[in-house]
């Protein structure tokens, strides 16, 4: 494989095709000695050689050194791909370098000097120790390790683990093959995959998602970049059972048809592992694969969500089959670590923030069960079945019984009616329409809420809200306000403790933790709100997006809801993803608290409304901030 500089040597020399290059042009042009160049010219002829039918570079003392070519047209393909792979090489991105060095190292067959490395994405020696630093970060998600010794590099791990680590972070230039494998284009090496899989899977008549499909097509294409190269996986690579018969069976034919068209050899190993791949993440599930074990999990997982959540998702059946079957090849991914991307990861986590919620504390029940990790990818997964039921059933609690003062005529007030079921139907349990006479007879207690659609004492009193015979979209949120358990939008705001309000320039993201969770848990009496908080961050990021990161213990741990921020001068690193955050909220919510549980449906739109984040990022106390807030939940979302 040739480095950067080899490269450039070589696409220099194809400008002027028969034309004589010196040892020493090179070298003063990229500040080396000539014996390096004299080095570069040797590794460019031998990884060349394969193409001797088409072109050879050719040595002459004392002229130097030159291209030859006798397939005009094959040399100008070799150019272009050439040329795609310098342009993709970027070394003034360090993304790129580190991504590239991971693909460098991970391809050697034994360690490999830090001397090559450096040469090989194009930087001095020092800036390569600072991007093996960042690539330690990476790969030690992954049980991977770096291991330098007397100057040379190794990276050390499993083999399933390494090309987890490959796929995870979607290296486009992973498609190319080893030069022993290329038969053709990349792109129809890509299609032949894409083919091979269509047709197996048809013939089988094996469902399989579309986004499941795609991950399948990318880790066969590592799995043949990496037998190819002579890496395979070994039993040690697969933690399950490998016993069901049709993607035995499929795998089987997959690896005949590829150790035809590249003349390999695949052991037993890697047809069983992707049997499990296949099996893992594919729709081909019955019934017979949920164990009596499973089922009774999800009876205690929901049992312990109702404990905590103001939620009983116990009644729903179909929410209950989802799970098993969703779990029986979700446990055995964690298990192999080979868990799925889910693309809609910050969507979901910003749209659907109590489901999400609820789904993380369910993956901390399971992989404590199971003693495996679930990520924060999968959890999402788990989300939309929550979600789906919240919506579908209004599991959650204290719907609510609607008292309505009126004068209306029936046929007035029943258009009304409609108005509110259709548009508050899983909040609503009951409406009740009243005369202002009548309403001294009834008793009060019997009903949640009050509206009148005129003034009477009930309004007068703050008994009743005001509301008009056709409500607005406006009024709308309004009613909506009311049902969730907020009186007005100063309701919302007193989950926010001014206490715990900073405005700071911390550099470091554990002393802006620290910080938040040491006052919090002074002021509340807290035992553990740190470690509930490192607990839950175990499970996802607390990165939420647009520079803004939620703190959150794992269990509802606190006796009281409250709010904490800390707006920071200047951003500061929070991941090992390169999100950068200058805005960190602290949410505690008590046992089976509704209401500060749908306050966050209302906050959450707001921290990515950038007028509203920048708005924030200019307060200077917290009377300030309070006034940001009533005034962008009054006009934005209320």
């Known amino acids: 494989m040739l480095i950067k500089r080899q490269i450039s040597i070589l696409l220099e020399m194809s400008n002027q095709v028969g034309e004589y290059y010196k040892a020493n042009h090179f070298s003063d042009k990229f500040n080396v000695s000539l014996r390096t160049v004299q080095n570069d010219l040797k590794a460019i002829k031998e990884e060349t050689l394969m193409y001797k039918n088409d072109f050879i570079i050719e040595s002459k003392v004392p002229f130097g050194t030159r291209i030859i070519v006798m397939h005009n047209e094959k040399f100008k393909q070799f150019i272009n791909d050439l040329k795609l792979q310098s342009d993709e090489f970027n070394t003034n991105d360090r993304d790129d370098r580190i991504y590239k060095l991971l693909n460098f190292l991970l391809d050697q067959r034994k360690s490999i000097s830090i001397t090559k490395c450096a040469d090989y994405i194009f930087v001095s020696k020092s800036t390569l120790m600072l991007d093996l630093k960042e690539l330690e970060t990476i790969i030690s998600k992954y049980s991977l390790r770096l291991i330098q010794s007397k100057g040379y590099l190794w990276i050390d791990g499993l083999e399933r683990d390494k090309r987890i680590c490959l796929m995870d972070n979607n290296y486009a230039y992973l498609s190319v093959l080893p030069t022993n494998l290329i038969t053709g284009s990349e792109t129809g090496h890509i299609s032949f995959i894409h083919n091979l899989l269509i047709n197996e899977l048809l013939h089988k008549q094996y469902p399989i998602s579309d986004v499941e499909f795609q991950n399948l097509i990318l880790w066969l294409n590592i799995s043949i970049r990496r037998i190819g190269s002579f890496f395979y996986l070994n039993e040690e690579d697969i933690n399950d059972d490998i016993t069901h018969s049709v993607e035995i069976e499929i795998a089987r034919n997959i690896f005949e048809r590829i150790e035809t068209k590249y003349l390999l050899r695949v052991p037993q190993t890697e047809i069983n592992f992707l049997a499990m791949y296949i099996n893992n993440h594919s729709n081909f599930r019955n019934t017979d694969y949920i164990s009596e074990d499973l089922n009774e999990f999800i009876l205690y997982a929901l049992e312990k969500i109702k404990e905590s959540y103001p939620t009983d998702f116990l009644h729903d059946v179909n929410l209950r089959m989802s799970l098993a079957l969703h779990l029986v090849p979700l446990i055995s991914r964690a298990k192999n670590n080979v868990q799925i991307k889910n693309e809609m990861l910050d969507y979901i986590k910003q749209s659907f923030p109590y489901a999400f919620d609820i789904a993380t504390y369910f993956s901390y029940l399971l992989s404590e069960r199971y003693n495996c990790l679930i990520k924060e990818s999968e959890t999402a997964f788990l989300a939309i079945y929550f979600n ?251």
């Open 388 to 638: 789906k039921s919240i919506n579908d059933y209004a599991v959650l609690k204290g719907n609510k019984r609607l008292c309505i003062i009126t004068n209306l005529k029936r046929s007035e007030y029943f258009l009304l009616e409609q108005l509110l079921y259709d548009q508050f139907r899983k909040y609503i349990a009951d409406i009740t329409f009243v005369s202002s006479q009548e309403l001294e007879k009834i008793d009060l207690n019997a009903f949640d809420l009050f509206f009148s659609t005129e003034d009477n004492k009930a309004t007068e009193v703050g008994l009743a809200t005001k509301l008009t015979f056709f409500p607005d979209a406006s009024e709308l949120q309004k009613i909506k306000v009311r049902i969730e358990g907020f009186k007005n939008v100063e309701d919302i705001i007193r989950l926010f403790d001014p206490r715990l309000f900073f405005r700071a320039e911390i550099p470091a993201k554990e002393k802006v933790q620290k910080k938040l969770v040491k006052t919090a848990s002074q002021l509340y009496q807290i035992e553990n709100l740190y470690e509930e908080i490192e607990l839950r961050e175990e499970f996802g990021s607390t990165y939420f997006g647009n520079g803004v990161a939620i703190l959150h213990p794992m269990h509802l741990i606190t006796n009281e809801s409250f709010i904490g921020e800390i707006v920071l001068k200047k951003p500061i690193p929070w991941d090992n993803d390169g999100n950068y955050v200058n805005l960190v909220f602290l949410v505690c919510i008590q046992k089976n608290n509704l209401e500060a549980f749908r306050a966050w449906d209302y906050l959450s739109p707001l921290l990515f409304n950038n007028q509203f984040k920048q708005e924030v990022l200019e307060v200077e106390n917290y009377e300030h901030f309070k006034q940001v807030l009533e005034a962008n939940l009054k006009s934005n979302i209320l």
